[in-house]
């Protein structure tokens, strides 16, 4: 199947900084990705939706202007947390879809995850 | 999307099959049912996904009801590298989001 990434695998930050998360289809398009949020022993949890060259949709109580998403590319999207504080460490996880794949089923194909701490 | 209803865990003899139940009564006309694990601290794995008719792929079978009310998946044999969540997403097709639920806990013992 296809392969996503995700770097960096884990990353330690302190309280105020920003952090970058990448997420790259390897082998095909997306045009469309989705950020998660997993919190230990809970569910994933949809952040918001990156669309290629457009603005992303972000779910119901998630701050745009602290989760920052860029979706330059159709092989990359970037998660930006701003101003990091503890309670926004997490594990982050996108998914993408195959643009080229012409299927009317929703399969998604998931990054590893990075595990985000903030001190 | 439709909601689902899961077992919050269920175990397995190594070797034996593994039947997990999902429920998902509201489930719309054009609405797939896709099932999808995670094992600890990993990205969550594709197994299977269906819309009326049973389907069987390498990794899994996945049984619908005629009423397509619930569905089973089915893992043939499993071994101990199958123990991980289990979520059941009920979705329509092209670029949806998928919403998790709880998901099943599956632990394969000896």
């Known amino acids: 199947g296809a392969v996503v990434s995700q770097h960096p695998s884990r990353v330690i930050c302190k309280s105020g900084t920003s952090v970058k998360i990448e997420c790259r289809s390897l082998?095909?398009?997306?045009?469309?990705m989705f950020w998660y949020r997993q919190f230990p022993k809970q569910s994933l949890m949809l952040m918001a939706t990156?669309?290629?060259?457009?603005?992303?949709?972000?779910e119901q109580g998630v701050e745009k202007d602290k989760f920052l998403i860029n979706h330059a590319s159709l092989t990359l999207s970037t998660l930006t947390v701003t101003s990091a504080h503890p309670e926004d460490s997490s594990f982050y996880i996108c998914?993408?879809?195959?643009?080229?794949?012409?299927?009317?089923?929703?399969?998604?194909?998931f990054g590893p995850g990075t595990r985000l701490t903030v001190l | 999307d439709a909601k689902t209803t899961q077992p919050t865990s269920m175990d397995c003899a190594e070797g034996r099959a593994a039947n997990l139940p999902c429920n998902h009564s509201?489930?719309?006309?054009?609405?797939?049912v896709y099932w999808y694990r995670q094992i600890h601290s990993q990205g969550p794995q594709y197994i299977i996904h269906g819309l009326k008719n049973n389907e069987t792929n390498e990794m899994a079978s996945l049984i619908i009801t005629e009423d397509r009310k619930s569905s089973t998946l089915i893992l043939p044999h499993a071994t101990l590298r199958d123990t991980a969540v289990y979520y059941c997403i009920v979705s329509t097709g092209t670029a949806s989001k998928l919403t998790f639920g709880t998901g099943t806990r599956l632990q394969v013992t000896l």
């Open positions: 998914s993408a879809r195959d643009s080229r794949v012409e299927v009317a089923y929703n399969e998604q194909f």
């Open positions: 082998d095909f398009q997306a045009t469309t």
């Open positions: 509201t489930i719309s006309g054009n609405e797939y």
């Open positions: 990156s669309n290629e060259g457009s603005k992303a949709t972000y």
